[in-house]
């Protein structure tokens, strides 16, 4: 049986925000050494340097609410592309800010890690 990348891509959002909003030190295990995170421009490469930049945020909370979530399917291995749009609030008495993120999936044991992960806040 086929999988259904819309499927997937929405698991994998649901579990990336959530991780991210609750214990975003766990997300290192969603990276491998080739991944790399584009972070308003700055280049992160392995899970090390990733999760040391998402470690390094200035906020401790967040709560992330998605408005669209979009994937393709991507190459001969069976990979993902996905692309979310939302917002994210920083504290309670914080304006949420709009962001944008796209993700390269790429299939590893049954399961996927991020490759490629893009991030940036949509000002204005």
Do not use: W
Not at 104 to 109: D, E
Request: aromatic share 12%; charged share 15%.
């Amino acid at each position: 049986m086929a999988m259904d990348p819309d499927a997937v891509a929405k698991a994998f959002v649901e579990h990336y925000y959530r991780t991210f909003d609750t214990n975003r030190a766990a997300l290192v295990g969603l990276y491998q050494e080739t991944s790399m995170l584009t972070f308003e421009g700055e280049k992160f490469q392995g899970p090390n340097a990733i999760a040391g930049k998402l470690g390094s945020l200035p906020f401790q909370a967040c709560e992330h609410t998605i408005v669209t979530v979009d994937c393709q399917p991507s190459g001969p291995q069976g990979g993902m592309l996905v692309f979310v749009s939302g917002s994210i609030r920083t504290g309670p008495e914080e304006h949420p800010i709009k962001f944008s993120q796209a993700f390269h999936l790429l299939p590893a044991g049954g399961s996927f890690f991020v490759q490629n992960d893009m991030f940036r806040l949509n000002y204005g």
